[in-house]
């Protein structure tokens, strides 16, 4: 899968478009969408930190996804959530395989890192039920 046109599209607090901006949950959405994969839109302000921890608690607790726990290049796209912010998970990227994250976040257009650099805030991988 060539991902390379998510690349550089800047952040916009609750974008959903590529030609305008997205925030972290926008992209995952687009990523999935070239997979072949509708995800919910969870229309929350990307600064709404408790409440962004609240829908994604809820949405594991449900089983709208299944956790992955240690993925492969087989298991992707995989949405992966973060804490950017102290004891709450407040970012969401897409595992991409090879040990990579595509990602975007206020401070830069989206862009794709690898675990490592990002491991000490990943809360977990999961895949849409």
Excluded at 23 to 34: R, S
Excluded at 41 to 53: G, L, N, Q, R
Excluded at 86 to 110: C, Q
Aim: with cysteine; glycine share 10%; charged share 20%.
């Amino acid at each position: 899968m060539n991902l390379g046109k998510f690349i550089g599209i800047p952040f916009v607090n609750g974008g959903r478009d590529v030609r305008t901006g997205l925030d972290c949950w926008g992209l995952a959405m687009k990523v999935f969408e070239a997979y072949g994969v509708a995800l919910p839109d969870f229309t929350v302000d990307a600064f709404a930190f408790e409440k962004i921890s609240e829908l994604a608690g809820k949405s594991i607790m449900s089983r709208q996804w299944e956790e992955v726990y240690a993925p492969a290049n087989k298991d992707v796209p995989l949405v992966v959530l973060m804490r950017m912010h102290p004891a709450l998970i407040t970012h969401a990227g897409v595992y991409i395989g090879d040990g990579r994250i595509i990602h975007t976040m206020e401070s830069t257009d989206s862009v794709i890192s690898k675990v490592g650099r990002l491991k000490n805030t990943i809360v977990g991988y999961y895949r849409p039920c």
